[in-house]
T-cell receptor, first 112, second 111 residues
Framework: AAGVIQSPRHLIKEKRETATLKCYPI?????VYWYQQGPGQDPQFLIS???????DKGSIPDRFSAQQFSDYHSELNMSSLELGDSALYFC???????????FGNGTRLTVT | SQQGEEDPQALSIQEGENATMNCSYK?????LQWYRQNSGRGLVHLIL?????REKHSGRLRVTLDTSKKSSSLLITASRAADTASYFC???????????FGPGTRLSVLP
């Protein structure tokens, strides 16, 4: 069965650089979520999209932005990277609100 | 403030024993879900319990929900070494379209 695909799997950037993370949800899933997970931490909600419109926003820094495209894939753009942005970034999709989330394997971002 | 909080934060047991993890939350919810995460990997959904349900079973998993105490427990029976992972509860606040995860319980099942 198709799963949520995230790319790249690993990303190394320097401080003040920009990074773009991509997420391809499971086909026919209409909701996409982005989460950030620091080492030993719980996943922190960043932002969600329903049918290509932003549906909710969590603790996402102003330096980050995200969008969902017409083909339902989503991108998380991160600018002016800081050391503290080093984390695992997960995308998840679900077929409808209140349904279980299907997670990708994440992008590990390291900022040096 | 943290929506879901897990207890204990780490649990080490022998194979064959039962493992119980607890989760507390603060606001009203529609449902509560439990997820499992192997180190460095994505979270995998285990079970969902709705706010009008009190108990749910799935294989070796048993989940309870007490909305009056705003708490849930996950019981894994007859644990196996392969159950070693971190377990998170996630709640959906009735306002907003997101799921809030607790800090997780790191379970180690020793052979």
């Amino acid at each position: 069965a198709a799963g949520v695909i995230q790319s790249p799997r690993h990303l190394i950037k320097e401080k003040r650089e920009t990074a773009t993370l991509k997420c391809y949800p499971i086909p026919r899933h209409d909701t996409v979520y982005w989460y950030q997970q620091g080492p030993g931490q719980d996943p922190q909600f960043l932002i969600s999209f329903y049918e290509k419109m932003q549906s909710d926003k969590g603790s996402i820094p102003d330096r980050f932005s995200a969008q969902q495209f017409s083909d339902y894939h989503s991108e998380l753009n991160m600018s002016s990277l800081e050391l503290g942005d080093s984390a695992l970034y997960f995308c998840a999709s679900s077929p409808s609100w209140n349904s279980p989330l299907h997670f990708g394997n994440g992008t590990r971002l390291t900022v040096t | 403030s943290q929506q879901g909080e897990e207890d204990p934060q780490a649990l080490s047991i022998q194979e064959g024993e039962n493992a119980t993890m607890n989760c507390s939350y603060k606001t009203s919810i529609n449902n509560l879900q439990w997820y499992r995460q192997n180190s460095g990997r994505g979270l995998v959904h285990l079970i969902l319990i709705r706010s009008n349900e009190r108990e749910k079973h799935s294989g070796r998993l048993r989940v309870t929900l007490d909305t009056s105490k705003k708490s849930s427990s996950l019981l894994i029976t007859a644990s196996r070494a392969a159950d070693t992972a971190s377990y998170f509860c996630a709640t959906d606040p009735q306002q907003g379209q997101n799921f809030v995860f607790g800090p997780g319980t790191r379970l180690s099942v020793l052979p």
